[in-house]
Structures are given as structure tokens and as C-alpha cells.
């Protein structure tokens, strides 16, 4: 016991018990961190989003745009009754994220009949390992992640993001030491000025090797269970479209996504570019409600349009949609 | 590979594990093939360089020795400092000075063809040239014998932790740790943990997050204000130290883990009461290489007053090329050069407060002399980092003209926000006159350290590693 006292003894001075008291100290506190709650982001993707409700009809697949940008429930009244539409869209994710939730719902017998994709397109250009496997996968998948090639320091942060809580909380836990809150936007004239926007906007189209990867195996997967993918993309500002135009991105990505309806099951419901104005943006890229809700009509009536030309499907679009169709 | 990454992480776990299991003669062989290795991952074609160089100076170094008359040994030295500073011109150098020649003759009106090639830096050569050419200069001034093991002596020029950006080991005591058993003993393992995570939080906290104020600044060419200015110099200013401490603390960090023992590079050079004080504090090893190499060989001060002014001069001048092929280095190392003569001139009129006669008193006069020694080095670090004359022009022409924006403020309390904890820790080091103050500390006092160190990395690091700015050196 006298022992024990004399380590935290001030007239200890032994840098080794330091060292080891620090180990300790941090797998404590790790732990202890480990019970809090995580943020809505952990929360959204540790999400079980099988195990809930029956097996949707439509499921909408994509990140942040596409979670605020396509309401779900406003989208089923274009459908026959009984069809639903659940929207799967996770913020902060790629397109490396959907072959992992459509193999999870398959493994659950909740896999869904049809997909609507709507990605960012810039997303296709970065990975994002950390989040993926600090915050998404489990690690049966860690393991598919590591032996798919990918460079294995990535997996390591992965991981350690996994078990610490710090590091997986890292953004946030920097925002609690921000006295000062962001100015409220000035609704001054352009609202979103070219010289403001992020460099990721500012790319030419290129698909990332691992995204690329595991997008393909989502295609893949999704053929071989028939569901079919209905692609969308989602409206842009006019000043993202034009700081893309000296890189051919738009060309770029059409010529992409006409190379996968080639190869697999994926149908063009609104792959153009469509600008909405200024005032429909919260930021540079995501929609606010009421441009989300003019989205929705305007993909819903696409949708009964594409629906009625479809051989595959019969089934007739509910009166509200023809009337607005275009 | 960086220091700080996980890759590096990786590579330094796997050399460490191997090394404890390997006899000393192996731990050797394996030391120079990792430090190959991680040379490698940043350009493997440029190992024939080290190579070369490694090679030439191993010779040499045996041939000096072995020659009886003096005469003849300066010869041979001559020609091995020749192909050495050839080596680093052409890589480093070759360019600017044909630009320089080019745009000096275009000013006469004569416009000559000069052919400029685009030659990639190869990193870390003006480190382990210097490093290299130490061993021969030292066996020509016979304090030291030539090892006759060559894959020993590559070892002292290649060794990983310090190849790349120093510091510039002295041959004798490299070779004398590489020739003898290595122990990893308790003292050695905390004072590497120490190292490495201070030296991190140095790089990821420090460094890494100054860049992001200082960086927009010196984007700009014009319209800068006082403010900015100055904003842009101290937080360089952090930038700089953070970087280049941090990188040593951990090159010293990882080697003391494998049992050898690096020079201090830096010992609190913000604290610096004169410009001779700043650097006997500053890059230690690189500014005791230059005065014992070329400060002492140019006469040094025994040479009447004049002489040693214009030696200062000089040393400091090639001082200030050594950090890159640019005219703000060297107006930077003659600006230093200035600073050097300036305080030799006016030591002998500053007063002499007695600490024991007048204690308030001689503390205000220490302050007073640091706080106006750190305002010369920030202006210093304005013409280092400047990217042209007409930047630095512009810069000091808005730092007169007191205009302070808000904003200035707001960026004042974010450089302290990052900087608090370095400063805090290194006013406890000053204070005590001792750089291992944390380590003898109370247990708990230590161990709070670590964990603020360990926490602030995780949560404040710059996790996108950003290369180590003397890197480019």
C-alpha cells in the first residue's frame, strides 16, 4: 500500500512510472469516453439500418446532399400505395459506403427493390478511410477492406479511430474549444461567391482507386441480386458548375456514368446537371427545404414518367404526379 | 516518409523490434539498410548520391591519414571539399546562380544563353554533405582516426533519424556509438518516449496549425497592413521553431530509443538575450559546424578586428545559402551577419546589471533584451520567409505605416492559443535553466504532461502530415 502511495508521491520523480501511469491514465480515459454518446454523425452511421421496419420498396442511397435533398415520404406519393421509399443517404460518406449497407441489408434478407443513387459527384475524387472504418464498418469488413489492397497505414487510422473515442470525436471536440460561433450568413449579393469555394469543388472528375473499387463491387452486387440503380445528381449552383467547366467535369461524369449503364443496371433518372439559384442553398452544396421539397416533385414526376415507360415494372403514377408532370 | 505518420510509425516499430533480437554487428547492417529504406521512400535514384558521397569521403578520409606530409593532405582535402560543394551546387544551387548570372549580364544589356536545367532537389543534401565532409576535415586536423569498416561509416551518414534534416552529428561521436555496443536502457527509453512526444506536439500542434495563419499571408504580394505583418512573423515565427525543434526532438527521440545520442539542436531560442546568444540556441549544430569548419578556418577572431567582422560576415552569409538557393536567404544570413557584428561592436557599451547588486533590476534589463533580441529575429524571419524582394519590400514598408486591423487580434489569441503550451513549458525550462525539467519532475506533474501533449495531438494536430520545412534544405 505504501508502495502504491509513493507513486503518486510528489517526491517521485521516476520517468518510467510516468510512462507507464500515461498508458494507463489514457486507456482509462478512453474507456470512460468510450460510454459517452456518440455525435449525430457515429450515431447516423453505426445506425443498424436493417434490422428496422420491413423491406423498402425504393431506397435512396447517398451522403449529405441526397439526405436533405430528396424527401422520402414526399417521393413514395408518386408511387403506387403500396410501394415505400426509405432514405438510406448518409452524410459524410462516398461512394465507397454503399457496397457495405446494400451487403449488410442482403446478409439481413432486407435488401431493397430498387435503389435510387444520388451521390455528390466531387465525393467520387477522395476516400475516406477514417470514417468508414472508424465509424461504419465492422471488422469482418475491416478485414475485407484491408485485403482489397488498400494501403494498410489507412486501415491503421481506421482502426484507431475505431477504438478511440477521441479521434473518432476529434472535429467535434476542436469545436468545444471555438468561443466565438460563425456569424450569422449576410444575405448579401452573390450570397455564395466563387472566391469562397472549397478547392474540392474546384476538380476535375476522377474516381479514386478504392472508392472506384468498392463502388464497382456495389454495382456488382446490386446486379446480381436484380435490383436496379436509378441515378441521380443532385442540382448545383450555377458558380460550382462554373468552376468546373475549365476541367470538362461535367463531360467527365456523364461519360462515367454512361460507361456503368453499360455494364450494369443503372438507369438514368436525372444524371444532367440541373442549377437551382442561390436562395435554394443552405451552403454550396446542399439544398434547404424548400428547394429540397421543388426537387422531390420535380424527380417524383421524372420517376412516374420513368416508371411508365419501364417494361419491368407495371404500375400506373398516382394522379398528383401526372398532373405535374412535365 | 515523415515523422509524422503512421507509416513512419510502422517502419520505426518493425527497425525497433528487429534491433532488440539482433547482435550489435547486425543491428548495424539492419540500422543501414532501414536508413536506405526510408531514404528510398522519398526518392530511391537519389541514394546513389549518399552513396557516392558516402563512398568518396570514406576513401578520403583513409587516404588524408595516411599521408605524412601536411602539404599533400590540404591537396587531397582541397579536392574532397571541392567534389562535395560540387555535388551541392549542381543539386542545389546550379539554377540560381545561372538565373542570377543571367539576370546580372541581362542588366548590361547582354543577353547570354544560359542553359538552366530542372534539377529535383534531392532532400536532405546540404544535412548528410555536411554531416559527410565533417569526417574528413577532422581526420585533416587529426582529432579523429578513420574507421576501416566502410558499412560503418555509411552508417554515420545515413543513420535515419538525423539524414534528412540534421542534426549535423560530428563524426568522432557518431562513429564511436556506431563502433561500440548500444544498450536501451531505462534513462534512454523515457528520454526517447520524451522526446518523440514533445516533438510531435511540436510539429502537429505548433507547426502545422501556425502554418495555416501564416500561409494566406504569404500568398498575398501586396496590400498587406501592419497587422498582418506582424501577425505573419510571429506566427512564422512558431511555425519555424515548431517544425524544426519538433523534427529534431523526435530524429533525437528515436535514435536515443536505439541507443545512440544526438546533439541538442535547440535550447530555448526565443529566450535569446543577443544575436550571439541566438545562436549558440538556434540549429546548434549546423552554427557550431560553421564556426568550427569556417569561422575558425577563415582566421576566426585572431585575425585583428576587421578580419573577424568580415569573417562573421562571411559565415553567416554561407550560413544563409545553406537554407536554399534563393537572395532572402542570403540577405537573411547577412542580416544575421549585421546583427553579430552590431552587438560585437556595442557590447563593451551595454551595462552590466549585477544580479546579486540589483536583482528587479538586472530581471527587467534580461527581458528587456529578450523581448527586443525576439523582435530582431521576427523581422529576420520575415526576410527567410518573404518569396521575393518585392514581398519583403511591401512588408516592411506596411509594418511602419501602424495600421492594426481587428482581425489581428483574433489571429493573436489563436498563435497563443496553440503556442500557451510551448510557452509555458519552455518559460519552466528557462526558468531553470534546464531542458530536462519535465522528465525530472514529480511523477504526476509528468505524467500530466504527457497526457496534455497526447490529447492536444489527437484533438489540435494537423492530421494531413505536412512536410518538415527544412526538409527543402
Redesign the interface.
Known amino acids: 500500500m505504501r508502495n502504491l502511495l509513493f507513486?503518486?508521491?510528489?517526491?517521485?520523480?521516476?520517468?518510467?512510472?510516468?510512462?507507464f501511469?500515461?498508458v494507463i491514465?489514457?486507456v482509462i480515459?478512453e474507456i470512460a469516453f468510450s460510454f459517452r454518446p456518440p455525435n449525430t454523425l457515429m450515431q447516423s452511421l453505426r445506425t443498424n439500418r436493417v434490422a428496422t421496419g420491413s423491406v423498402p420498396d425504393w431506397e435512396i442511397m447517398g451522403d449529405s446532399v441526397a439526405q436533405g435533398g430528396i424527401i422520402a415520404t414526399q417521393l413514395a406519393g408518386y408511387l403506387s400505395d403500396d410501394q415505400s421509399v426509405t432514405n438510406f443517404a448518409i452524410a459524410s460518406t462516398g461512394p465507397e459506403f454503399p457496397y457495405f449497407l446494400l451487403n449488410r441489408q442482403i446478409a439481413a434478407g432486407k435488401a431493397p427493390k430498387k435503389i435510387i443513387y444520388a451521390p455528390s459527384p466531387h465525393t467520387f475524387a477522395s476516400k475516406r478511410i477514417a470514417i468508414l472504418v472508424g465509424g461504419f464498418c465492422n471488422w469482418r469488413e475491416i478485414f475485407e477492406i484491408a485485403s482489397s489492397g488498400v494501403q494498410?497505414?489507412e486501415v491503421?487510422?481506421g482502426v484507431l479511430c475505431k477504438v478511440?473515442y477521441?479521434?473518432r470525436h476529434?472535429e467535434e471536440?476542436?469545436e468545444l474549444?471555438k468561443t466565438?460561433k460563425a456569424p450569422a450568413p449576410k444575405l448579401e449579393t452573390p450570397r455564395y461567391p466563387a472566391s469562397r469555394l472549397k478547392p474540392m469543388y474546384k476538380k476535375p472528375f476522377t474516381v479514386e482507386q478504392f472508392n472506384g473499387l468498392f463502388f464497382l463491387k456495389f454495382l456488382t452486387l446490386a446486379q446480381e441480386h436484380n435490383i436496379p440503380i436509378y441515378w441521380v445528381t443532385m442540382p448545383v449552383l450555377p458558380v460550382v458548375s462554373e468552376s468546373r467547366k475549365p476541367f470538362n467535369f461535367e463531360t467527365d461524369y456523364y461519360r462515367f456514368v454512361d460507361d456503368l449503364e453499360k455494364q450494369f443496371d443503372v438507369r438514368d433518372l436525372q444524371k444532367k446537371f440541373i442549377l437551382f439559384g442561390e436562395t435554394d442553398f443552405i451552403d454550396y452544396i446542399h439544398l434547404n427545404s424548400v428547394a429540397a421539397e421543388r426537387f422531390t416533385e420535380m424527380l417524383g414526376a421524372k420517376l412516374s414518367l420513368v416508371l411508365s415507360h419501364d417494361d419491368r415494372l407495371v404500375e400506373t403514377p398516382p394522379a398528383f404526379a401526372r398532373d405535374r408532370s412535365p | 516518409m515523415l515523422f509524422n505518420t503512421i507509416q513512419f510509425g510502422v517502419f520505426f516499430l518493425t527497425v525497433f523490434f528487429l534491433y532488440l533480437v539482433l547482435p550489435h554487428k547486425w543491428q548495424n547492417r539492419m540500422l543501414l539498410v532501414a536508413s536506405y529504406f526510408f531514404y528510398a521512400c522519398w526518392d530511391y535514384r537519389f541514394l546513389t548520391l549518399i552513396f557516392i558521397s558516402t563512398t568518396v569521403d570514406f576513401f578520403v578520409g583513409k587516404w588524408i591519414y595516411e599521408t605524412p606530409d601536411r602539404r599533400r593532405k590540404k591537396h587531397i582535402l582541397f579536392w574532397s571539399i571541392l567534389f562535395n560543394l560540387g555535388f551541392l551546387g549542381f543539386f542545389k544551387y546550379y539554377g540560381f546562380f545561372a538565373e542570377s548570372l543571367r539576370g546580372l549580364l541581362g542588366a548590361f544589356g547582354l543577353h547570354v544563353g544560359i542553359t538552366t536545367l530542372h534539377i529535383v532537389l534531392p532532400v536532405g543534401i546540404s544535412f548528410y554533405t555536411f554531416q559527410s565532409m565533417s569526417y574528413t576535415f577532422d581526420i585533416y586536423r587529426d582529432e579523429l582516426k578513420p574507421t576501416n569498416n566502410y558499412f560503418d561509416f555509411a552508417l554515420c551518414v545515413a543513420f535515419f533519424p538525423h539524414m534528412v534534416a540534421g542534426p549535423i552529428q560530428r563524426a568522432q561521436s557518431l562513429i564511436d556509438q556506431v563502433t561500440t555496443p548500444r544498450t536501451i536502457s531505462k534513462d534512454n527509453f523515457t528520454e526517447g518516449f520524451y522526446l518523440i512526444i514533445w516533438g510531435l506536439f511540436k510539429k502537429m500542434v505548433v507547426a502545422d496549425n501556425m502554418s495555416l495563419i501564416v500561409e494566406p499571408i504569404f500568398a498575398q504580394s501586396s496590400g498587406f497592413t501592419t497587422g498582418q505583418v506582424f501577425i505573419g512573423a510571429l506566427g512564422f515565427a512558431f511555425q519555424i521553431y515548431g517544425d524544426f525543434s519538433g523534427y529534431s526532438d523526435i530524429a533525437r527521440g528515436t535514435a536515443r530509443l536505439l541507443g545512440f545520442n544526438l546533439m541538442v539542436n535547440f535550447n530555448l531560442p526565443y529566450f535569446a538575450t543577443s544575436p550571439q546568444d541566438f545562436w549558440r540556441r538556434w540549429h546548434i549544430s549546423l552554427s557550431t559546424w560553421l564556426r568550427d569548419y569556417l569561422y575558425v578556418s577563415l582566421g576566426g577572431n585572431r585575425k585583428g578586428e576587421a578580419r573577424t567582422y568580415f569573417n562573421l560576415m562571411i559565415t553567416m552569409v554561407l550560413g544563409g545559402l545553406w537554407h536554399g538557393a534563393s537572395w532572402t536567404f542570403v540577405i537573411w544570413g547577412a542580416y544575421h551577419g549585421a546583427l553579430l557584428c552590431a552587438h560585437r561592436a556595442l557590447q563593451r557599451f551595454l551595462p552590466k546589471i549585477s544580479e546579486s547588486e540589483y536583482p528587479v533590476g538586472a530581471i527587467i534589463w534580461k527581458w528587456a533584451r529578450i523581448t527586443f533580441m525576439f523582435g530582431l529575429t521576427l523581422y529576420g524571419w520575415l526576410i527567410f520567409r518573404a518569396t521575393s524582394f518585392a514581398q519583403l519590400a511591401e512588408m516592411t514598408r506596411a509594418l511602419f505605416a501602424f495600421h492594426i486591423e481587428r482581425s489581428t487580434v483574433s489571429l493573436c489569441a489563436k498563435i497563443l492559443f496553440y503556442c500557451s503550451a510551448l510557452l509555458l513549458v519552455q518559460f519552466w525550462q528557462f526558468r531553470r535553466n534546464n531542458l530536462n525539467t519535465v522528465r525530472e519532475s514529480p511523477v504526476l506533474i509528468q505524467t500530466a504532461f504527457y497526457l496534455a501533449c497526447f490529447y492536444l495531438v489527437l484533438i489540435f494536430g494537423v492530421f494531413d502530415a505536412q512536410s518538415f520545412i527544412y526538409f527543402q534544405f
Do not use: E, H, Q, W
Not at chain 1, 7 to 19: C, D, E, Q
Open positions: 507513486i503518486f508521491s510528489f517526491k517521485n520523480r521516476n520517468p518510467l512510472t510516468a510512462i501511469l500515461f491514465a489514457v480515459l494498410p497505414c491503421v487510422y478511440s477521441t479521434l476529434r471536440l476542436k474549444f466565438k
